[in-house]
């Protein structure tokens, strides 16, 4: 029997290996690897340990919601008179900062 930290560390082809061995596990070859380690503690009877996975959010410091979301409207005040104008390097720029700012605006309301 693999150990907890072992299962964790498992690419899912070994984990749908170990699945096999439980006749209670239906369908392995389709379940990701969070569901079939859950599964292989299922049938084994044991409790299911919490899997944390993903990127760690950093803090925005600094940052106000309210002065990015003015300095977008200005942007895209910029890229309509960019658009009648038809300067296609400024529009794209103009659209690369607006969409960084966006991203920063979610940074900053997901820290708060």
Do not use: C, F, N, W
């Amino acid at each position: 029997m693999t150990e907890e930290k072992d299962l964790t560390k498992l690419t899912a082809i070994k984990l749908r290996e170990i699945a096999k061995e439980y006749p209670e596990i239906q369908g392995a070859h389709a379940m990701k690897k969070e569901a079939l380690i859950a599964a292989i503690y299922r049938a084994r009877g044991e409790p299911i340990p919490v899997i944390k996975r993903g990127k760690k959010k950093k803090k925005v410091e600094g940052k106000d919601i309210g002065k990015l979301k003015k300095e977008i409207r200005e942007l895209k005040a910029e890229l309509a008179k960019a658009v009648e104008t038809k300067d296609k390097s400024l529009m794209k720029k103009l659209r690369k900062s607006i969409k960084r700012l966006k991203r920063e605006t979610r940074k900053v309301a997901s820290t708060r």
